[in-house]
């Protein structure tokens, strides 16, 4: 899917459910690949309301329409569940993909209704795998709204790096997350 025309990098960051581009720590990373020279794009994705797997697919393709390109890709939380959909779909092989905080199933809480969309059929593992080159899994140890478990599932299915972050939550900004200097690491920059 990659063109041999750019040589300049790219990377896509998805926010979660109640997200925004501005949330968290996306607006960290984004300005620390651009001083890069990279490429970032953090689309709006329609949440709470409109918030579907389809809805997401169609704002991403308007507001990054080479999107298949990308060399990165991020996703927090319900953004990790619908990069793992773009994966299965094999709409995207980047070259690293992250896993903050991922859903892969029911919370058992409030979300559930918002996120059913993207847990509501078993990932496709293999399809995954084969579509993910270098992936990494971050989750903090007392996550209140995903559990440890979640994430865990992504790293073993995916034979992925499992980053298990101390008192980190959600790894959000309501956690203290505006930066995520430990995410640098797994970025060819």
């Known amino acids: 899917m990659k063109t041999s025309k750019s040589l300049i990098k790219s990377a896509v960051i998805f926010h979660g459910t109640y997200g925004s581009p501005q949330g968290n720590w996306f607006p960290w990373l984004g300005n620390h690949l651009k001083t890069k020279g990279w ?3 953090i689309p709006t ?8 797997l389809d809805n997401w697919k169609t704002a991403l393709a308007e507001q990054v329409p080479n999107y298949h390109d990308a060399d990165l890709f991020v996703g927090h939380s319900c953004g990790g569940s619908f990069l793992l959909r773009l ?15 991922s859903v892969t199933d029911a919370l058992g ?7 059913k969309s993207f847990v509501d059929h078993p990932f496709d593992w293999q399809t995954i795998k084969a ?19 979640q994430s865990k599932i992504i790293a073993e299915k995916l034979d992925a790096p499992f980053h298990l972050i101390e008192n980190g ?4 900004a309501d956690s203290g997350y505006t930066s995520f200097d430990e995410i640098l690491d797994c970025i060819d920059v």
Do not use: M
Request: net charge negative; hydrophobic share 30%; aromatic share 8%.
């Open 87 to 101: 994966l299965e779909a094999e709409l995207v092989k980047p070259h690293t993909s992250i896993f903050v905080g």
């Open 109 to 115: 809480n409030q979300f559930d209704e918002l996120n």
């Open 131 to 149: 579509s993910c080159n270098n992936a990494h899994v971050f989750h903090g140890d007392n996550d209140p709204y995903v559990s440890v478990a």
């Open 39 to 41: 490429d970032v794009h």
């Open 169 to 172: 939550g959600h790894l959000n």
């Open 45 to 52: 994705l329609p949440t709470p309301k409109n918030q579907s």
